[in-house]
């Protein structure tokens, strides 16, 4: 299940966790939305096909970036390949990782009226977090580490993270003139 012998290029631009979590975050905020219009099993299928579209077949189809990973330039890179991960990979990637989201969603639709079952549902989500935070080497979270994937940097993207800083140092440039004038 593991392979311990998987390279460990120390090389490899890896992607920053907090801009892992930002793509992660978006792409989960998006399919929230689209998922939050119905109710029930519906709501489960509109879940299931909008994290397969947004994280696998998006993802072949887009150079190893989500609509996350393209907003924060991160893709997702096969580790041993140095290449974009099949759809198997991406499957089994996603696979994990959403069914660990759509928990946390169930979970935070419950929000704290249920603290046991809250924190119950959103436990595979942190538990995939800390264990990339845990992860020593290249930073895999558990979903990563199955599928025999990494995040890494990448050039092609929007920057959103690099933007926003700039836009926010900029205001608070210009508020600062604006004090000091007075």
Do not use: C
């Amino acid at each position: 299940m593991y392979d311990d012998d998987q390279p460990r290029d120390r090389r490899l631009p890896l992607a920053p966790l907090e801009r892992r979590g930002y793509g992660y975050l978006l792409d989960f905020v998006v399919i929230w939305l689209f998922s939050s219009l119905a109710a029930g099993w519906v709501r489960l299928l509109i879940f299931i096909i909008g994290w397969f579209a947004l994280r696998v077949v998006l993802v072949s189809a887009n150079q190893g970036q989500s609509l996350g990973g393209w907003a924060f330039d991160i893709r997702v890179v096969h580790l041993k390949m140095k290449r974009l991960p099949g759809i198997l990979e991406l499957s089994q990637r996603e696979g994990i990782l959403g069914t660990a989201s759509y928990l946390a969603m169930v979970g935070l639709d419950i929000n704290f009226t249920n603290g046991v079952s809250f924190l119950l549902l959103v436990a595979p989500l942190f538990g995939d977090l800390i264990w990339a935070i845990a992860e020593d080497s290249l930073g895999q979270a558990f979903h990563d580490r199955i599928a025999g994937t990494v995040v890494l940097t990448s050039r092609r993207g929007f920057s959103l993270d690099l933007r926003l800083k700039r836009f926010w140092y900029d205001l608070k440039k210009q508020w600062d003139n604006r004090q000091r004038r007075r």
